[in-house]
């Protein structure tokens, strides 16, 4: 069975404090991970695939990594407007999406 | 596009209540996904379609919970009778490649 974790549970930083969060997950062939961010009240918003190891993708102070174990989300500089839960899933056959319980993330000004 | 459109955004109703959620996914995909979230067990995936098709519905916790697809615009999520249980977030996704989009979702409320 596919299994997703991710760490810290909450994360607090302070304006301008880089720091990473990390997704850790056991699947039989991962065929895709995925990084979303989700706001209060709101849907989870994709922000990243990855598909291999070695693979990274960057969007704005986010930076997404990839070994065969365990993603990382890369937070550089962060600013107030990046709280938000960040969630991570994976794929493995078909269209059958394993989310982690996420990491809540607060950014202080 | 509009995005994922799902309604009601908030629906409170009582024990033993049929409850139907809609949802609306964007024109073009071709895979629509119902989840729910709870503080507890997080984000799961309920059932998914693929074309209208149910493809997979093995994370439907009970027969009290039931989804339909009737064309490529619209599916439904009832839930007959409910519980103050199933009281949670219930998201619907979609896409056409591997990213999901997802809608806002409806607070569903049990009493």
């Known amino acids: 069975e596919d299994q997703v974790t991710q760490s810290p549970e909450a994360l607090r930083l302070q304006e301008g404090e880089s720091s990473s969060l990390n997704c850790s997950y056991t699947v039989s062939g991962l065929r895709g991970l995925f990084w979303y961010r989700q706001d209060p009240g709101k849907g989870p918003e994709f922000l990243f695939t990855l598909y291999s190891a070695g693979e990274e993708k960057e969007k704005e102070r986010l930076k997404a990594t990839l070994t065969k174990k365990e993603s990382f989300l890369h937070i550089t500089a962060p600013k107030p407007e990046d709280s938000a839960t960040y969630l991570c899933?994976?794929?493995?056959?078909?269209?059958?999406?394993?989310f982690g319980p996420g990491t809540r993330l607060s950014v202080l000004p | 596009d509009a995005g994922v459109i799902q309604s009601p955004r908030h629906e409170v109703t009582e024990m033993g209540q049929e409850v139907t959620l809609r949802c609306k996914p964007i024109s073009g995909h071709d895979y629509l996904f119902w989840y729910r979230q709870t503080m507890m067990r997080g984000l799961e995936l309920l059932i998914y379609f693929n074309n209208n098709v149910p493809i997979d519905d093995s994370g439907m916790p009970e027969d009290r919970f039931s989804a339909k697809m009737p064309n490529a615009s619209f599916s439904t999520l009832k839930i007959q009778p409910s519980e103050p249980r199933d009281s949670a977030v219930y998201f619907c996704?979609?896409?056409?490649?591997?990213?999901?989009?997802f809608g806002p979702g409806t607070r569903l409320t049990v009493l």
């Open positions: 996704a979609s896409n056409k490649t591997p990213e999901q989009f």
């Open positions: 899933a994976v794929a493995s056959g078909g269209q059958n999406f394993v």
